[in-house]
C-alpha cells in the first residue's frame, strides 16, 4: 500500500465519523470500501490495523475517537480542530481529489496569481523554531530597490490568502511583518536570538484586520449595516473573528466588530461598495466618506 493510502484513509475515517456522529466498525468498513471504489485506492483494512489508525488519527491530527462498549460505535471524543488541524485536512482533502480525476483541468479552475512565497516556509520555520537571526532581502512595494534587514523571526501569519514573516528588526527593535511573497532571498547567520517570553502573537493581531498593527491607539467598536442578500454572504463568511449579529430581520443586517481602524480594514469596507453601510463610529464614517469623493473626483474628470 502506497504510503499516502494511509493519509487517505484516515481522512476518510474522520470524515465518515464528523457526518455521522457514531458508526459501527463494520459501518466505517463499508464506508472506507466504498471509498476505495470511489478512489481508486486500497482502504481494506483488519481491525488491528483500525486500531492503529486511531492511534495515529489521535497522534497526527489530535482527534480522539474511542469505542462505546455499551453500544459498540465508535465516535470522536475530542476534535481538536484547531486552525493547523483543519488545514492539514483541508489539504490532505484537496490533494485527494486531485489525484481521483485524471483530467482534473476540465473541471477545477484555479486563479492565476504570483507564488505566495510558501516555498520559504521549511527555511523560516526552521530559523524561527532554532531562534536563528537571519539576513532577509525583501522588496517593499514602493521601494525602487529590495533591502537587506537583520532580523529575528517569530512567526508565520497568514492573511487573505497571503502569508507574512513577523519579526523583529534588530536595527530599530521594531516589530514588522514582511510579506513572503516580496521575500526575494534570506540566509541565516550564526547568531542566536532569545524568544521574547510574553510575547503572544495571537493576542497582538488579535483586534487586528489583516497584519497591520498600530504602534498607537486602541480597538474600537465598529457597527456596519448591509443588505439582505449581501448579508447571508456576511454571515456565511465573516468579515473578522469578533464580529456580532446585533439585527436580522431580513430587511437589514447589523452587525458589530472589535477592531483597529487601520488601512487594511477599510479597504476591506470599500470592497463591499454600496451595498454595506458604516453606521458608527464617525470618524471610520467620515473616513469612508472621503475615499468615495475621492474616487468620484477620478470619474468627473474624464
Given amino acids: 500500500m502506497a504510503k499516502q493510502d494511509y493519509l487517505f484513509r484516515h481522512l476518510n475515517i474522520i470524515k465518515k465519523l464528523r457526518r455521522s456522529k457514531e458508526a459501527t466498525f463494520n ?19 483488519s481491525n488491528r490495523t483500525f486500531q492503529r489508525d486511531l492511534n495515529e488519527i489521535r497522534s497526527l491530527f489530535k482527534i480522539d475517537i474511542q469505542y462505546n462498549f455499551s453500544t459498540k460505535v465508535y465516535y470522536i471524543a475530542d476534535d481538536q480542530q484547531s486552525d493547523l488541524n483543519n488545514r492539514m485536512l483541508e489539504s490532505i482533502d484537496t490533494i485527494n481529489s486531485l489525484k481521483i480525476i485524471s483530467d482534473v483541468n476540465n473541471y477545477m479552475f484555479f486563479e492565476k496569481r504570483k ?14 523554531k532554532n531562534r536563528i537571526i537571519i539576513n532577509l532581502i525583501h522588496q517593499k512595494f514602493d521601494d ?7 532580523v529575528e523571526p517569530y512567526a508565520l501569519k497568514e492573511s487573505k490568502g497571503r502569508w507574512y514573516l513577523f519579526a523583529k528588526d534588530t536595527k530599530d527593535k521594531r516589530l514588522k511583518t514582511f510579506g513572503l511573497d516580496r521575500v526575494i532571498d534570506f540566509e541565516n547567520t550564526s547568531s542566536r536570538f532569545d524568544y521574547p517570553r510574553n510575547l503572544d502573537v495571537n493576542e497582538i ?3 487586528c484586520f489583516g497584519v497591520i498593527n ?16 449581501q448579508g447571508k454572504y456576511i454571515k456565511s463568511y465573516p468579515i473578522h473573528e469578533s464580529q456580532t449579529i446585533i439585527k436580522d430581520d431580513g430587511e437589514e443586517l447589523l ?19 454600496e451595498s454595506v ?3 458608527s463610529p464617525k470618524k471610520l464614517k467620515d473616513e469612508i466618506t472621503g475615499k468615495y469623493r475621492n474616487a468620484l473626483k477620478l470619474y468627473e474628470k474624464h
Avoid: C
Fill in 115 to 128: 507564488a505566495n512565497g510558501t516555498h520559504h516556509f521549511h527555511g523560516l520555520l526552521h530559523a524561527i
Fill in 27 to 45: 459501518e466505517i468498513i463499508e464506508y472506507l470500501k466504498g471509498e476505495s471504489d470511489f478512489q481508486d485506492r486500497y482502504f481494506k483494512i
Fill in 205 to 207: 493581531f488579535r483586534h
Fill in 277 to 279: 453601510k458604516i453606521v
Fill in 214 to 229: 498600530p504602534d498607537t491607539g486602541n480597538p474600537e467598536e465598529i457597527i456596519l449595516s448591509s443588505q439582505p442578500e
Fill in 144 to 150: 525602487d530597490e529590495p533591502l537587506k534587514r537583520l
Fill in 255 to 273: 452587525i458589530k466588530l472589535y477592531l483597529y481602524i487601520t488601512y487594511d480594514l477599510i479597504m476591506e469596507i470599500l470592497s463591499y461598495g
